[in-house]
Nanobody, 123 residues
Framework: QVQLVESGGGLAQAGGSLRLSCAASGRIFSTYAMGWFRQAPGKEREFVAGISRSGDITYYADAVKGRFTISRDNAKNTVYLQMNSMKPEDTAVYYC????????????????WGQGTQVTVSS
């Protein structure tokens, strides 16, 4: 079992930046692939970015490619999401998630979830 706690959400202006963090506790962090997802009001939760256990492989949704960067620090049991050139459509609750094994992009592939952090981008 792994527990996840997100932080770093808040209000940003269009074109601005935010950095989300997700601290993990419990089982060995480096054995889990990590992902960031988001859910806007009235919409389904969607994949944003994923990173492999060692951090050498990353995946991004087309909507954030080139603007967001996922990274991890296994020594600190933390995964990050750097969000640049933000747009109003990035407004959502952002969740980090963990799964044993390889990286995945589907919500149902992740067993562990944080409580989410609100990100709001004003135009």
């Amino acid at each position: 079992q792994v527990q996840l706690v997100e932080s770093g959400g808040g209000l940003a202006q269009a074109g601005g930046s935010l950095r989300l963090s997700c601290a993990a506790s419990g089982r060995i962090f480096s054995t889990y692939a990590m992902g960031w997802f988001r859910q806007a009001p009235g919409k389904e939760r969607e994949f944003v970015a994923g990173i492999s256990r060692s951090g050498d492989i990353t995946y991004y949704a087309d909507a954030v490619k080139g603007r967001f960067t996922i990274s991890r620090d296994n020594a600190k049991n933390t995964v990050y999401l750097q969000m640049n050139s933000m747009k109003p459509e990035d407004t959502a609750v952002y969740y980090c998630a963990a799964r044993a094994g390889l990286t995945a992009t589907r919500t149902r592939d992740y067993a562990y979830w944080g409580q989410g952090t609100q990100v709001t981008v004003s135009s």
